[in-house]
């Protein structure tokens, strides 16, 4: 939506979007007023870099497009080992694994989502570490919005996920 910075550019504020992912930067490239492209970087690169920039200024809107839950789904290990990740699972942090075949009644398909859930579970305590102080610095002139391209299922309506066209295919 093009029109969101523009709008809030109009009101006063200073626009940024950074993006840790390829498609959301090309997309808004030219929809704020700077925006910073961090090459798969973790989460604390992309929040450290916006709060920089945000330092000294009032009334900014930011657009942080974090990659940390998108395929490969690589967490640092303090976080890997809190959440009991076995990562000697092949292929756990991509999304090849299991893509049609898998089985709710096999044990080894469960012991791998379980893992893959926990991996996940991982990675979202990694980010919501690196968004906290972020969130607690702000004040009422900053508006910032954090988000991802897509979630990714775990085999709940693997059905369903058939349906859905996926260029990957990744019916999970």
């Known amino acids: 939506y093009p029109h969101f910075p523009r709008d809030l550019e109009a009101a006063g504020y200073k626009t940024y979007a950074g993006c840790a992912f390829t498609t959301p930067f090309l997309s808004l490239r030219g929809w704020y007023g700077t925006h910073r492209y961090h090459a798969d970087a973790p989460a604390a690169e992309v929040v450290s870099a916006y709060r920089s920039w945000r330092r000294n200024r009032e009334r900014t809107a930011a657009y942080l497009h974090l990659g940390d839950l998108h395929a490969p789904v690589t967490p640092p290990d303090q976080y890997v080992m809190q959440q009991d990740v076995d990562t000697n699972l092949p292929e756990l942090g991509h999304i090849s694994r299991y893509k049609t075949d898998f089985d709710v009644a096999d044990p080894d398909h469960r012991y791998y989502r379980e893992h893959k859930l926990r991996l996940h579970r991982a990675a979202l305590d990694y980010v919501s570490d690196q968004l906290r102080p972020l969130l607690e610095d702000v ?26 066209t996926d260029s990957r295919p990744n019916y999970c």
């Not at 004040?139 to 859905?164: A, N």
């Open 139 to 164: 004040g009422d002139d900053t508006l910032v919005i954090v988000t991802g391209d897509h979630g990714e299922g775990l085999w709940e309506h693997q059905g369903l996920d058939q349906q859905i």
